[in-house]
Nanobody, 125 residues
Framework: HVQLVESGGGSVQAGGSLRLSCAAS????????VAWFRQSSGKEREGVAA????????DYAASVKGRFTISQDNAKKTVYSQMNSLKPEDSAMYYC???????????????????WGQGTQVTVS
């Protein structure tokens, strides 16, 4: 069965960095899209970065472009989000999600993603 397990969250001061990891299993990893979403209290869940694994094509939300980098390791079936120059407004629960039928089209809308991890908390102060 599909599993997405996030790790790497924590507390950091503004301007600092964190790297999130999403270990994927139970699906055809190389033909899927994997994305990072975040949700803070009282706000909608928003997509921040997404990748089509097969070609390493990516998309980013405007709010994180230039600061966050999504990458992946085929051998480990793990997707990363390197987050630099963190701001207090980046504080949220971060979720990894998979779209098994993306057909190479990278999207940041939550309704495109079928499977979700449990999330990892990021707090920037």
């Amino acid at each position: 069965h599909v599993q997405l397990v996030e790790s790497g969250g924590g507390s950091v001061q503004a301007g600092g960095s964190l790297r999130l990891s999403c270990a994927a299993s139970g699906f055809s990893y190389s033909s899927s899209c994997v994305a990072w979403f975040r949700q803070s209290s009282g706000k909608e869940r928003e997509g921040v970065a997404a990748m089509y694994i097969g070609r390493d094509t990516t998309d980013y939300a405007a709010s994180v472009k230039g600061r966050f980098t999504i990458s992946q390791d085929n051998a480990k079936k793990t997707v990363y989000s390197q987050m630099n120059s963190l701001k207090p407004e980046d504080s949220a629960m971060y979720y990894c999600a998979a779209d098994l039928g993306c057909m190479g089209f990278v999207r940041l809308q939550r309704y495109d993603y079928n499977y979700w991890g449990q999330g990892t908390q990021v707090t920037v102060s």
